[in-house]
């Protein structure tokens, strides 16, 4: 089960600026008014809106806030958001999923589209990258939860398909239909999770250089700013080295 991948960095890396505040609730709450407005609102019977929440939870998100996203929902008169999906490339030919939560199917695409050309990638057919990546269920644990030793053990016992853990935490990936599952029974034992949620995972990845890699963090900084985009996933494997130097 155990495998080795540097997973962090695909998703975020070393030394990024955080996001606005204000930008990740407002990502937040869209997401757990969609997972409310789709299932039950109430997280230990819908288990999308339970992911959501744990995440916001993670954020530092105010409990406040967290209840009258899932409010919003129960009353009906909550935005109407389609789910999309966009596959293409960015620089040295990464490959890229691009998750968003939309009310407006042409502007998100719009804004998707010119952040991705204006910065050394191009949008591609549906099905395009995808191909290259599992989909999986990701839970994410800090540090502080335990070793990794521990951590593997327990999600062993817990059913889950791999771990990968660094000094910035541990992933656990499950099966898709398992997710919430295995963190359910992942919670006795290391406690709750700073997240649960579906993901895409690479089955091989690109090393990036210096020069594109540069290109590349500002094309995702990019669409971590669009209020649409949801998530970005992507293939690239970055050095340390490479990222010291880039600060």
């Excluded at 407002?26 to 959501?52: C, F, H, Q, Y």
């Excluded at 991705?116 to 990638?121: D, E, L, Q, R, T």
């Excluded at 057919?125 to 994410?140: K, P, T």
């Excluded at 030793?149 to 499950?174: K, N, Q």
């Amino acid at each position: 089960m155990a495998g080795h991948s540097k997973f962090k960095n695909i998703m975020h890396r070393k030394g990024a600026q955080d996001k606005k505040r204000s930008g990740a609730f407002s990502k937040l709450s869209r997401e757990i008014t969609v997972a409310a407005k789709m299932g039950l609102p109430d997280p230990d019977m819908n288990a999308r809106l339970r992911a959501a929440v744990n995440a916001a939870k993670a954020a530092s998100m105010p409990k406040d806030n967290i209840q009258r996203s899932i409010d919003k929902a129960s009353r009906g008169d909550a935005e109407t958001y389609e789910e999309i999906r966009y596959e293409g490339f960015g620089p040295g030919g990464v490959s890229l999923i691009i998750e968003a939560l939309t009310d407006n199917r042409n502007r998100t695409a719009t804004n998707v589209r010119t952040i991705v050309s204006k910065n050394g990638g191009n949008l591609g057919a549906s099905g395009s990258v995808s191909h290259g990546f599992d989909r999986m269920g990701l839970i994410s644990y800090p540090a502080k939860a335990g070793d990794a030793d521990t951590v593997f053990e327990a999600a062993l016992e817990a059913g889950a398909e791999d771990v990968t853990s660094s000094e910035d935490g541990h992933e656990i990936w499950t099966a898709q239909a398992d997710l919430h599952e295995v963190a359910r029974a992942l919670e006795p034992v290391l406690g709750e999770a700073e997240g649960a949620k579906l993901a895409w995972r690479p089955q091989t990845t690109v090393d990036v250089g210096e020069g594109d890699a540069a290109t590349l963090f500002k094309l995702i900084d990019g669409l971590d700013d669009d209020d649409d985009v949801q998530q970005v996933w992507g293939n690239y494997e970055i050095s340390d080295a490479v990222l010291e130097r880039l600060g």
